[in-house]
Structure formats: C-alpha cells, structure tokens
C-alpha cells in the first residue's frame, strides 16, 4: 500500500512529460473504471456497453463527428477554468459566463444584422467574449477585496445568467414565428460560423484549438505568465515582490470568462443559429471537469475534452441500446470529479 501511494505522489505530484502522459493514462482509466462500476450497479454489461459506446461513437464517421462537435465548447470552457486556476482561483461560473457570451454575441447579431459578414461574425463573436468577460467582472471583484470567496460566487451566478436568457427570449427577442417555443428570430446568413462538409463539425472547433494554443503560449512562454503562476503558488511572496495580486486576480476571472463567452456564443451561431434556453447541456460544469481531470496541461485538457465528451455521447447511445437512463452520465461525472479532488494519493496531514 505504502508503495502504490508513493508511485501515485510521484505521477500525480510530477511535472515532467512523462509523468504527465501517465497522469492523463491512469485518470483515463480511473474514467473507464467508475463508468464500468455505474454500469454493473444498474445490470448492465460494461464490455456491451462499451462495444456500443465504440461502434456508435468512435467507428461511425457521424458519431465522430459529432464527439469533435462537443470537444470544441468543452475546449473552451476548460480554458476558462485554467486561466484562473494559474493564479489560485477556483472559477465555477463557465455555465454562466457561457450564457451571457449568447446572449450579449445574440444583441450584436440582431442590432448589426445589416453589416457584411466581415464585420459582423469578428463582431458577434467579440461581444460573446466580452459578455463572458462582464460576468467574471463581478466575481473578480468580490474576490479582489476580500469579500466574497470566488468559488461561491461564480457558482450562484450561474444561477442568474439564464434567467438574464430567458427573460428576453421569453420578451422582447422573441420571434412571433414560434409563439409555443422561446426563442429569438434566426440569426442573419453573416452571423454563422461555417461548418465542415454536410457535417455539424464547424470553425468553432479551430478557434478552441486556437485559444487552447494561446493559452499554453501565455502561461508557459511570457513573463506574465511566469508571474501569473508566481501569484497562484505564493500569493504573499508575490506582494511582497511588488506583483499587482488583486489585479491579477480580476484579470484572470475577467479573461477566463471571456473564453467561456465566446464558447456560448460559438456554440449559438454555430449550431442553433438563434438564441434560446437550451443551448448548453451543462458545457461550464464539464469544462470544470475537464480542467481538473487534466491539471490545466493543455495536451491533457484535448484528451479529457475528448473523453467527457465521448462519456456524454455514449450516454445518449446507452440510453438507445441498453436502456440506461441519462442520469447515469451525471452520476459518473460526479464522482470522477469528487475521486479527483479527494487526491487519495496525497499523505495526509497530521
């Protein structure tokens, strides 16, 4: 026993690639695992359930197709998360940031419909991101002067950015078209993101590589990245050297909402074309997920993007081929998150 904790210290302690690639392993198979073990508790074949998972999703061209569909918001929303996290913030608030990026990116596209689509995707796109960014505005502050702890902010926030949704697509954005479904007019021609060939795969997903990219090239590659990571691991050093804390600290919220912004309104103009409530199956919380599972290593955070989306995809083929319901799916990735954070390979203290 002594032995295994040491080996799990060292791989999940380490920075090194090689104990990288065996954290994301070892967390890979922790996933395949617990689903293995939710699915035994409910009567089901964990191989068969598997086989169909892999048939469905990974053999069949549009069942990839649509897993890189879900990869691009995940990507995203983990990105939100890990920003914040270099400094030493917790921010659970992608799910709204996420809806206020729609919902701000959907006031451009229906203001400036008139605008060639030069101007106005790079517009509609841009006042996503600074809708996300408006909503870390809040929690960045509250934190900043020591009033209110980050984590419960940005997750009672999340709370009232789809209210902010629903009363205007329940009000003045509703289209008259569908009076017995809340949502707004179909956004113009310009504002749509393409997609690749006939299938629903669209720029959005090079834009979250792009974003992801930029995100290692900060942290790893810039000064203010080696001074953001400076901040996250010794705070008061950190003052002491001169380092602006508090305005690192809204900064980080300020940008990580921003990316999870422009997630929501990628996903608005890529997929559904108009604004309504359901335009997320929970991506903020998932990207939480993924950004943990991965430690914020931007190759982990792909591959768990990946794989979570591929868990939430092989929910809705169980729920067809073995009648498991979707709630199972919930269930799995709250316990993958509650064995992440537990860290049961860390000694403990005292």
Known sequence: MGKALAVGRWIFRGTSPCQTILRLLVTTALVLGVFAVVLLALGKDPWQAYGDIIRQNLLNPRGLTELLVKMSPLLLTAVAVALPFKVGLINIGGEGQF??????????????????????????????????????VIPGLLRAKGWVNETISTLLLNYVAPLIVGYFVFGPWRSPETAMYPQTVPFPPGARLPSFGDTRVHAGLLISLLVLFLYWFFVSKTKWG???????????????????????????????GGVAGLAGIAEVVAIHGRLKLAISPGYGYMG?????????????????????????????TLQITQRVPYAAVNILLALILFVVLAKPWQRRKG
């Open 226 to 256: 080696l001074k953001w990571r400076a901040t996250g691991n010794n705070p008061g050093a950190a003052r002491r050297l001169g380092l602006p804390v508090s305005r690192y600290l809204v900064l980080a919220l300020v940008v990580g």
């Open 99 to 136: 809806f206020l990026g729609a919902w701000l990116g959907t006031w451009a596209a229906l203001t400036f419909a008139g605008l060639p689509r030069a101007l106005l995707l790079p517009l509609v796109l841009l006042m996503g991101a600074v809708g996300g960014a408006l909503w870390g």
């Open 288 to 316: 939480f997920l993924v950004n943990w599972l991965s430690g914020g290593n931007p190759v982990g955070i792909v591959i768990m993007a990946f794989t979570v989306a591929l868990i939430a995809a092989g929910g809705f």
